[in-house]
């Protein structure tokens, strides 16, 4: 029997379980870690700890932006240096604990500013946006070097810490404490909701999450809010614990690069991963300093780093993650295709009437850097019908899909579905509204299994299922299409055919509305090809319009109510497949026009 | 309780718990061979990350210092046992580090740190246990807050206005008080309030201060900088440099075809810009020298044969027996001294004699009587002289027969 695996890996059922006992094990760290205090250990044992809990704190919150959405950031160091300095300057003028909070805020506040602008522009991936965070640290180093924050000389934190349990260190270790534990409770949190989810897809391919209905910039925007709070917490804590700041210090190239080092040692796709990087660097910083042999520590430190970076490039819990997928594929039972599959709620067939129209675009025109793409293309998807799009390499048909599917906003015209205007409002805006699409190269989130990648899209289509329910929606598509025995593999580890498929179970399960199929038989085997044209059909069965576009004109000729030909950016015929096929200017478009010798 | 994630917190806390463990039981360097009739003396450099060239030259100062107490009758009869622990620049690790002498290692006193910041975060820790401490470098009197804290960085409780001052009075001394002047600094806790300072006392000594520039702290590019000096052309160039900062502007100045009349330097690496010809007639501050008259004494020759002979063996760079060794040396000269005369291991006992009395140092006659227990200002300016420092300022420390050379 196919073992029920969620986004995270995990067996479904034990993803309860497992909630459970984190929130239990969380409880017991915060148990025993902070009845330390009341034992009165030595303080240099509370003031190790800390060191380790403000390195967790800081890693885990960088790995909720960089780590889960792929966005590396350079630039943490602006935050945790939002939060020293803030504590610095406010402490003495409100109560610790509101300074505190204030940093957090003020960091994510910043972050939110700086998310706005630059998550708005597509191309600011990779070192691009990884530069652009750590410009912010210079110029934020800059602003507190040449103004009264700081100005030069420093600031000394004139505040007393309270003494817990008689000891000032104590509390600066409960502080610590719980800065590290609410990270770790956040980044779990994170990984395991909606957002987490969302923000996996976005690390893996931005593009195709937005075409899933994933709001991508409101999640990157939150996740670098979060993220920012949490090192400005950390910050405004470890101002208190060094207790004199410096912008040299505070601002140096030192908190970015340790982050993304513990975090990558541990795992940055994983809420445990930052937490087991930062223990394990943090400690062997820490713990080997012995004043005789100190250079050829650090040395060995840094190359026994470099060789567990190059072992496991995903990290320990990539490591972990691996065994465990190993360890579910040999405990899986293969499922046939033919297992019986009920249907999920919301899908059957249409009631609609087939003459009503579902999708009328208007004069749609779009030009790239003067190039004209789609010129004043009109018309209509009826409900439940199969509409044939063809046309030469070239004339404009992807365009249209990303037109129609929201990635590209057109100069001119209207997409209006079911009488709402969805040209401007955003992918995932189009997708929730019941529009999804297949692309013709398929495009899975590489790092997701076959069962997670539709499950995504159950979760964030039209039908913005709760998690449980996107579960029973993949495992529907997923037999639907013939995958359930492949549901725990990665998408590299299936053939063509059924990646194709597997776009097709991805599309399917948004419960879209209209299903734009972009030559999705290509590649295929005859035989293959023939248990596509089945499919969809069976797809048109669920009360799902389609635009199907496809160079296979066996297929079209098959499966199409109508047909419209496009070429050149212009649509040139519209109407029943054969009679259309046969107009002169479609045989021109395809064949070219004739000449015969004088 | 099979699940992954319960394992994955077991091994969390039980990596993180035999960690701490490790971190209580490993030795530190040194300590293994702790033996309990030594007194012990614990405390950390930079012995890697961006201060460890400057640390390197402490922790060879120390050693002498130990090795030559031990050769002797130690403390009280006692050996004496340097714990020296690695703080990797890093104040916050300091912090950590000095706990773990304290209250782990339990070492009977505590040594300096290198760097003002470094010092700064271990203070509350010294204070919590009420630990003396005595400081090499440390040269704002203003953020001096614990009562127990002493330096040997000796420039005096106003070094803001003490070292201009002493500068101008240097020049002045030659016939040459300067009519403008032009102030550059980093801006840097050690160097910004001097420079500050130095605005200051140029308006009251009547000295126009034509041009003041700031620039921040890793600046390499000093063309800029230098078009606008050359541009105010002052009488006196006043730079609050830290390391190479004034070879790098003297560069810039020599691209454009200016050379400044005079110039000063605050804490300049001094071996790069006595080698340089355009550092001639560079004045700059210093504490000790190899130089007569401060190296006559028994205690300098020894302290400067042995650190020349320790830093020739650990292929220092920069092997001159100058300020900065001179400065952890002394810490320990005073330390000591303190011992020996309140017969004692008590820190308060001694933090009391302190601040009473002063102690005779390679760098000169120590006193903590003032705001801050900074006391005395023993400031000296040096002065590149045919390639080679030599003291110029004050009288009673100048090089015999050196005198400033000012235009």
Known sequence: MVKNLTLAGMPRMARTRASYIFGVGLFAALAVFGSLPFFQPPAFVESFLYLIFFWIALATSWTILSGFSGYVSFGHGTFYGIGIYSVARLSEHMPLTAAILLAGILSAVVAIVIGAIVFRIQHLRGELFALLTLASTFILSTIVLNTPIDGGPGVSLLVSVPSLFGSQMSTLYLMGMSVALLSVAVAYSVQYSSLGRGLFAVADDESVAEAQGIPTFAYKLAAFAISAFLAGVAGGIHALFISYVTVGETFSITVPLYVLLMSVLGGTRHWAGPCIGATLIASATYLFVSGDYALVTKIAIGATLVVATLVMPGGIMGVVSRFRRINVDQTTAVAGEGKPISQPPGVGPAGASPESVLLKCEGISLAFSGLRALSQVSFEVRENEILGLVGPNGSGKSTLINVISGFYRPDEGHVFLEGRDVAYIGGHRVARAGIARTYQIPRPFARLSVRENVELAAMFGAAASNPQRAADEADYWLAFVGLADRADALPSEINLHQRKFLELARALATQPRLIMLDEVLAGLTPPEVSKAIDMVRRIRDTGTSIIFVEHNMRAVMELSDRLIVINQGKKIADGPPRQVMNQDDVVSAYLGVPHVAA | ?407
Not at chain 2, 1 to 6: D, G, H, L, Q, V
Not at chain 2, 138 to 154: C, D, G, I, N, V
Not at chain 2, 308 to 314: D, L, N
Request: hydrophobic fraction near 45%.
């Open chain 2, 1 to 407: 309780m099979n699940s992954f994630i319960m394992k994955v917190v077991r091994s969390v806390s039980a990596i993180t718990l035999t960690l701490s463990v490790a971190f209580v039981i490993a030795p530190s360097g040194a300590v293994a061979q702790q033996n309990s009739d030594t007194i012990k003396i614990g405390g950390t450099l930079s012995l890697t990350g961006p201060l460890a060239p400057t640390a390197a030259m402490h922790k060879i100062a120390g050693e002498v210092y130990v090795k030559q107490l031990n050769e002797g009758d130690g403390l009280h009869g006692r050996k004496v046992e340097w714990i020296l622990l690695d703080d990797q620049s890093k104040p916050e690790l300091a912090r950590t580090l000095y706990e773990r002498l304290i209250t782990k290692d339990k070492v009977d006193f505590i040594s300096s740190p290198y760097s003002a910041n470094i010092a700064l975060a271990v203070m509350p820790v010294a204070e919590r246990y009420g630990k003396a401490l005595i400081t090499s470098t440390f040269s704002m009197p203003k953020l001096s807050r614990y009562a127990r804290h002493f330096t040997a960085w000796s420039v005096g409780p106003t070094p803001e206005v003490s070292i201009p001052t002493l500068v101008l009075d240097t020049l002045a001394g030659a016939g040459k008080i300067p009519k403008t002047m032009a102030i550059v600094t980093g801006k840097t806790p050690a160097a910004d309030f001097i420079a500050a300072g130095a605005r200051e006392v140029a308006k009251q000594r009547g000295v126009d201060v034509n041009l003041y520039l700031e620039y921040e702290f890793g600046t390499r590019d000093f063309g800029p900088i230098a078009a606008r000096v050359r541009q105010a052309d002052p009488d006196l160039l006043f730079v609050g440099a830290l390391g190479l900062e004034g070879n790098m502007l003297l560069e810039a100045l020599e691209k454009l075809n200016y050379a400044p009349r005079n110039h000063f330097y605050l804490y300049p690496s001094p071996g790069p810009l006595a080698a340089s010809k355009l550092g001639a007639n560079a004045l700059a501050t210093a504490l000790f020298e190899d130089l007569p008259p401060m190296n006559q004494s028994k205690a300098a020759s020894d302290f400067i044969s042995a650190y020349r002979s320790a830093a020739a063996q650990a292929n220092l760079p920069y092997q001159e027996a100058d300020t900065q060794p001179a400065a952890m040396y002394s810490t320990l000269q005073t330390l000591t001294a303190a011992v020996r005369e309140t017969k004692s291991l008590d820190d308060s006992k001694i933090a009391d004699w302190l601040k009473v009395n002063s102690v005779e140092t390679l760098i000169g006659k120590l006193r903590f009587d003032g705001p801050g227990n900074f006391g005395a200002d023993l400031t000296k300016i040096k002065q590149v002289q045919n390639g080679k420092w030599v003291v110029v300022a004050p009288k009673g420390f100048a090089t015999p027969g050196a005198t400033v050379i000012a235009k």
